[in-house]
């Protein structure tokens, strides 16, 4: 039973929770990170709802929105 209950967990929020962990950590390594998000997307209609799906506990990011991020964290770390 319990093997069940923790694949039926993953599949449901295994997802979102490495998402969010993800976002966890760059926010603590980034401070400016949850700031720029969130004007970015007062901007921009799909990261708005995309933010709010992941605060509310349904979302996750998108794999385009992902990869960019991560070329950005990169190339700025290298300046």
Do not use: C, N
């Amino acid at each position: 039973m319990g093997a069940a209950y923790r694949h039926a967990l993953d599949r449901e929020l295994g997802r979102h929770l490495r998402h969010t962990t993800l976002l966890a950590g760059l926010a603590g390594r980034h401070r400016t990170l949850m700031d720029s998000a969130v004007q970015a997307a007062s901007h921009r209609t799909e990261l708005f709802d995309t933010l709010l799906e992941i605060g509310l506990g349904r979302g996750t990011i998108p794999t385009a929105s992902l990869a960019r991020l991560a070329v950005r964290k990169l190339v700025a770390g290298r300046r």
